[in-house]
Structure formats: structure tokens, C-alpha cells
């Protein structure tokens, strides 16, 4: 069982940058890749990125790839999101996930309770 907490949610404005971090529980955060997913009001949940167990590799969708960047600190079970350059669309509760083996789609094991990040104009 991973325990998922994340933080740093907040107003931005318009091409600022925001950071948000995700903690997980357990002795095991090495074993999973990590990922970020954002749900903005009346739109279902969305890839947003992920980076891999040995955070070898990186995937971000189309939509935030050149402005977001995803970090993990194995020594202290924490991922980052990196968001520059923000926009009003980035408006969005955004959920840390964990899963061994990662990917685009939207099964992966754990989750966190979201985090919400609005962007003003």
C-alpha cells in the first residue's frame, strides 16, 4: 500500500511558475514509476506526465510538454511537478499517482487526494 500526499496547490497568475510536490508513504517509492493527472472542472481526468522508476525517462502530454517538468527525489519519496509558463486552461485539480510500470493511461494503482492549482488571467 503507497500513501500518496501531495501540495503546493495555490493561485497563479498567467505565465507564472508553480511547483507542486507529491510525498509517498512507504519504503518502497523506488519500485513505482510516479505520475501527474489534472482534472479541471466539468472535463474528465487527464494525463499530464509521468517520469520512470529510475527516472530514466519522462512523458508529458502534448498539452504541457516544454513547460512542465517532472523530478523524483528517491531518498526523500517525493515527486515534483515544475510548471512554467502557466495558462488559464492549466486550471485544474491536479492528483500525484504511483504505479510500476506507468504509462498514459489512467489505471494506475494509487492516488493521491489532489491538489487545486488556478491559474487567473
Known amino acids: 500500500q503507497v500513501e500518496l500526499v501531495e501540495s503546493g496547490g495555490g493561485l497563479v497568475q498567467a505565465g507564472g511558475s508553480h511547483g507542486l510536490s507529491c510525498v509517498a508513504s512507504g519504503r518502497t517509492f523506488r519500485t513505482y514509476a510516479m505520475g501527474w493527472f489534472r482534472q479541471a472542472p466539468g472535463k474528465t481526468r487527464e494525463f499530464v506526465g509521468y517520469i520512470s522508476r529510475t527516472g530514466g525517462s519522462t512523458s508529458y502530454a502534448a498539452s504541457v510538454k516544454g513547460r512542465f517538468t517532472i523530478s523524483r527525489d528517491d531518498d526523500k519519496n517525493t515527486v515534483t511537478l515544475q510548471m512554467n509558463s502557466l495558462k488559464p486552461e492549466d486550471t485544474a485539480v491536479y492528483y500525484c499517482?504511483?504505479?510500476?510500470?506507468?504509462?498514459?493511461?489512467?489505471?494506475?494503482?494509487?492516488w493521491g487526494q489532489g491538489t487545486q492549482v488556478t491559474v487567473s488571467s
Open positions: 499517482a504511483a504505479d510500476p510500470f506507468g504509462g498514459t493511461h489512467m489505471s494506475w494503482n494509487y
